[in-house]
């Protein structure tokens, strides 16, 4: 039994979608237990596979019925790297379902089962996108994450939820096309489609890793995995996206799809091109690392220009696009910024799941959608706003979060790779940062408007949300994730150390990484 976990962990969640349109549709009271007990299977399964892989090394498992690369399968392969993020993904999409419950009498109920049959596919996509060591396979994997998101962004009821989620759709089939073709260009070349043999056949063969068809292929999948993780320039879709999508949706978005896509970008680095070939044979990174910068200063300065809650937060997110994918290109020289990177995505899904929350909260008990409405906040809801805070402090970096850590390794990364720049933004974004949240701060401690005087033109609630309440009390569903998220923004930094060392060791498993990184 335990050597079919891998699977385990992608079936769990699509059984569970099925037993949803059967059941669920009928009963919406049965859809929160079928969602839990799927998560829960998945969890369960990704936390043992992740112990063997860190006991016993990489697993992998192949599902079809002809060996790679000439048959048909589903080859998946799970090491270090990816072991970590699979646990960061079943961690955050557990919380956010707990704090989607609706309780049983609540009104407009009747697009429940659709969206949680959306998000249970969204977690097929998203655990099959870490583990899978497939190329194609990995494009149809993230076009089911990506089909449930623009899902569950227009399930809301409001006229702009829809128009948001058909750019989303528009920003995301051009990125995906980009990244089949790249993939094509590489089957053309190679003859298969799995990731390690792509990478022997790069490595040994001069004349097809020099050749025109294998960089075309790189330089497509490199822009189809920037448009999906909004990447600057190609951020335009995700402010609209995700602040304008039912707070029960962005609270699973908003933490997970930008970072799965960074990680794809890094996966396909480490173990379909190498680094070897990436940084002798593109020449980019100096070019993708000043993208990085302009990102996360243009990031900061939009996030601190915006009103409203969630799209500050949403600007914020643009920001450490940049951080993870600069930190990734500064692997030329040292490993400290791909450290950096690969731990900022679980400190990140950590941070954004716990911001996002507490402003579903502030929504959902008090109307509270711009940052003037937090008045008198931490009076009226603090333990709610004790997991804002925190989210906060680490999102400005302040120790012990996991912020400040990943950070460290970022600038460290930049230091002993001369990019001086990149230090530099990382430091004008922190103070930025810290500028806004000490505004919100301000506002929330000393602020005298009521937060519960709610503006009637302002329409942010969809038929999966709460009407907001007098009553601020904080229901028992939504004050645990956001307080397990705030702990983890703490308890992923005081287990920084042996995070890091686990991630470093872990290169050396990976043949890509240039010799001068060991």
Request: charged content about 10%; hydrophobic content about 55%; glycine content about 8%.
């Amino acid at each position: 039994m335990i050597e079919q976990l891998p699977i385990i962990i992608l079936i769990a969640p699509l059984f569970g979608a099925l037993l949803i349109g059967l059941v669920g549709l009928r009963d919406y009271r049965v859809c929160f237990p079928i969602v839990i007990s799927a998560l829960g299977v998945s969890f369960t399964a990704a936390v043992v596979t992740a112990f063997r892989v860190f006991a016993n090394g990489p697993i992998s498992y192949f599902i079809g019925g002809w060996e790679e690369p000439l048959g048909i399968g589903i080859a998946l392969r799970i090491d270090a790297i990816n072991a970590f993020v699979l646990i960061a993904i079943a961690i955050v999409v557990i919380l956010a379902a707990i704090s989607s419950i609706r309780p049983i009498g609540e009104k407009d109920t009747e697009k429940t089962p659709y969206f949680y049959i959306l998000f249970l596919l969204l977690c097929v996509g998203l655990f099959g996108i870490t583990i899978t060591g497939d190329a194609f396979n990995l494009f149809v994997l993230v076009e089911v994450s990506s089909l449930s998101s623009y899902g569950l962004v227009a399930i809301g009821s409001s006229r702009r939820c829809k128009m948001a989620a058909f750019n989303y759709l528009i920003m995301g089939t051009v990125g995906a096309s980009f990244y089949l073709i790249g993939v094509g260009y590489l089957y053309l070349r190679t003859g298969s489609l799995n990731m390690q043999d792509i990478h022997t056949i790069i490595s040994v063969n001069e004349s097809v890793a020099t050749s025109r068809a294998v960089v075309t292929g790189f330089a497509f999948i490199l822009i189809g995995t920037w448009v999906k993780m909004a990447f600057f320039p190609l951020y335009g879709w995700l402010p609209n996206a995700y602040s304008y999508a039912p707070s029960s949706s962005s609270s699973i978005l908003a933490p997970l799809m930008t970072k799965v896509s960074v990680y794809v970008m890094i996966r396909v680095m480490l173990s379909v091109f190498g680094f070897e070939w990436i940084f002798s044979h593109s020449g980019w990174n100096t070019l993708v690392v000043i993208l990085a910068i302009i990102a996360i200063l243009s990031g900061s300065v939009m996030a601190l220009a915006q009103r409203e809650i969630k799209r500050m937060l949403c600007y914020l997110i643009v920001a450490e696009i940049g951080y993870m994918v600069g930190g990734a290109w500064l692997a030329d020289t040292n490993q400290w910024g791909l450290t950096g990177a690969i731990y900022h995505i679980l400190a990140d899904a950590m941070m954004t799941l716990c911001l996002f929350l507490a402003a579903a909260i502030f929504a959902k008990r008090l109307g509270a959608t711009q940052i003037q409405d937090l008045g008198g906040l931490f009076q009226k809801m603090p333990l709610a706003s004790i997991g804002f805070v925190i989210g906060a402090l680490g999102m400005i970096g302040i120790p012990p979060t996991s912020g400040f850590f990943s950070k460290f390794f970022l600038i460290r990364g930049g230091i002993e790779s001369g990019h001086w720049g990149f230090v530099a933004a990382l430091l004008i974004s922190s103070l930025v940062n810290a500028v806004l949240f000490f505004r919100i701060f301000e506002i929330a401690f000393f602020g005298k408007k009521p937060v519960d005087s709610h503006d009637p033109t302002q329409d942010h609630r969809d038929d999966h949300e709460e009407e907001p309440v007098a009553n601020v009390e904080v229901p028992l569903h939504s004050l645990l994730p956001l307080l397990t998220a705030a702990a983890l923004v703490i308890l992923l930094g005081l287990c920084s150390g042996p995070i890091a060392e686990l991630i470093r060791t872990a290169f050396e498993a990976v043949p890509s990484v240039v010799s001068n990184l060991r």
